[in-house]
């Protein structure tokens, strides 16, 4: 990946292309995030399963995106291996007169030789960044810093000395995952 062009590993040729279906692999990691000036993204290790239908001027595109990125939790800090799983579909139409490309649709001129999706596959998986990640909450473990969770537990011991112990209210606190 650390090539002049490092992108064009990513590089699928149009015109050799035939109608039907065709698939492509490939796998996101770290070194393919960097390649992006604002990548929120430094670590990851994502299997990305490209299914392409031709028929003629018009390409379906079905991507899916599987593996996990490595986020900061919001909590501890301590850094959360975020699960991806995603499918998401586009169409690619070779035209004439190619208008804005959108989310769904990329218009690429009749003469273009190459697909690149490289840039898709980016903006797809950052489309898909938590607003909040926090181990715990999501399922998803992560190393509390030393004494963290000893500190939790006697807090939660400490609100519960002289309460009424059939107070809902107090079971659901003690619901609550401190880990
Ligand atoms: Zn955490």
């Given at each position: ?6 992108l ?6 149009l ?19 960097e390649?992006?000036?604002?990548s ?16 003629g ?19 501890c ?6 699960p991806?799983?995603d499918?998401?579909?586009m ?16 218009y ?72």
């Amino acid at each position: 990946m650390k090539t002049a062009q490092p992108l064009s590993a990513f590089d699928i040729a149009l015109t050799s292309l035939p109608n039907g279906e065709h698939r492509f692999q490939y796998h996101l990691d770290g070194d393919f995030f960097e390649l992006f000036e604002a990548s929120l993204i430094k670590k990851a290790d994502i299997k990305v399963d490209c299914t392409l239908v031709r028929q003629g001027n018009r390409i379906d595109c079905r991507v899916v995106s599987n593996g996990s990125m490595d986020l900061p939790c919001d909590r501890c800090l301590e850094s959360l291996a975020w699960p991806v799983d995603d499918t998401s579909v586009m169409v690619v139409q070779l035209t004439e007169s190619p208008a804005e490309s959108t989310d769904e649709i990329l218009y690429l001129p009749l003469g273009e030789t190459r697909l690149n999706l490289a840039h898709y596959f980016y903006e797809n998986i950052h489309l898909h960044l938590p607003l909040r990640a926090v181990c715990g909450e999501s399922g998803l473990p992560c190393k509390a810093p030393e004494g963290f969770e000893a500190l939790a537990n006697q807090t939660a011991s400490a609100t519960n000395t002289g309460t009424d112990a059939t107070d809902p209210r107090w079971e659901q606190l003690k619901q609550i995952n401190f880990s």
